[in-house]
């Protein structure tokens, strides 16, 4: 038997939800919560719980934070965010926060059951929604090499890259064949979303990260 809490706001969909799933063979829905502050007392009395289903918006409070501090606590927590969020950010913060799936609201009851089974079992599931874009967010529109840094576009992330190698904005300027004030603002977009504070920051970040060549001035 699949053991599963429900953690939504909307009581229709809750609601809904909890009598789907109760319909299925082997899944048994054992608690609800309408907020974030309910749903952390639920789970801080609750005994083993096999899928937590989370909301994003909790109205108290963010799914994505809820389901960080329950994988702090417990590391083995499967959850699954059910959400009505298509957005490229709300997939990757919630696998980032340890969200083991993703589904959108309106997936059909065969996807949420499959989803549900899936989680259990220790899979990661994505829903065909979210899952090319989602992909394609990651690997930074690419193919399926990595790409650091998919937050930056191609020209920052290229920027970056020679000031990793150590190379001035002059230098970079004359490189790209751009204005040194295109190449401080294209600098200054890199620090800001790298969230480092200064240029040393941002060339540990990228080094760390495989740029920077072997090519770098002395």
């Given at each position: 038997?699949?053991s599963?809490?429900?953690?939504d706001d909307?009581?229709v969909?809750?609601i809904g939800?909890?009598?789907l799933?109760?319909?299925?063979d082997?899944?048994?829905?054992v608690?609800?919560?309408a907020s974030a502050?309910?749903a952390?007392?639920?789970?801080?009395?609750?005994?083993e719980?096999?899928?937590?289903?989370m909301?994003?918006?909790l109205?108290?409070?963010?799914g994505?934070e809820v389901?960080?501090?329950?994988?702090?606590a417990?590391?083995?927590?499967?959850?699954l965010?059910v959400?009505?969020?298509?957005d490229?950010?709300a997939?990757?913060?919630s696998?980032?926060?340890g969200?083991?799936?993703y589904?959108?609201?309106s997936?059909?009851?065969?996807?949420?059951e499959?989803?549900v089974?899936?989680v259990?079992?220790?899979?990661?599931?994505?829903?065909?929604a979210?899952?090319?874009?989602?992909?394609?967010?990651v690997?930074?529109?690419?193919?399926?090499?990595?790409?650091?840094?998919?937050?930056?576009?191609?020209?920052?992330?290229?920027?970056?890259?020679?000031?990793a190698?150590g190379?001035?904005?002059q230098?970079?300027s004359r490189?790209?064949v751009?204005?040194?004030?295109t190449?401080?603002?294209h600098?200054?977009n890199v620090?800001?979303?790298l969230?480092?504070?200064?240029?040393?920051?941002a060339?540990?970040r990228a080094?760390?990260q495989?740029?920077?060549?072997a090519d770098?001035?002395?």
């Open positions: 038997m699949i599963v809490l429900l953690v909307h009581p969909f809750r939800m909890a009598a799933l109760s319909s299925l082997g899944i048994e829905v608690a609800q919560a502050a309910e952390r007392a639920v789970l801080a009395d609750a005994g719980v096999d899928v937590v289903l909301d994003l918006d109205g108290d409070g963010s994505v389901t960080r501090d329950l994988i702090r417990r590391s083995d927590a499967k959850v965010v959400t009505m969020h298509e490229d950010d997939v990757v913060a696998v980032r926060a969200a083991r799936g589904l959108v609201k997936a059909p009851p065969q996807e949420v499959r989803a089974r899936a259990a079992d220790g899979a990661m599931i994505l829903s065909p979210v899952a090319d874009r989602a992909m394609n967010y690997l930074g529109g690419r193919s399926t090499t990595r790409v650091p840094f998919p937050e930056l576009t191609d020209r920052e992330r290229e920027v970056l890259d020679l000031v190698r190379y001035d904005n230098v970079i490189r790209l751009l204005s040194p004030k190449v401080r603002n600098v200054a620090l800001a979303k969230a480092v504070p200064d240029r040393s920051a060339i540990v080094r760390e495989g740029l920077g060549g770098a001035p002395a």
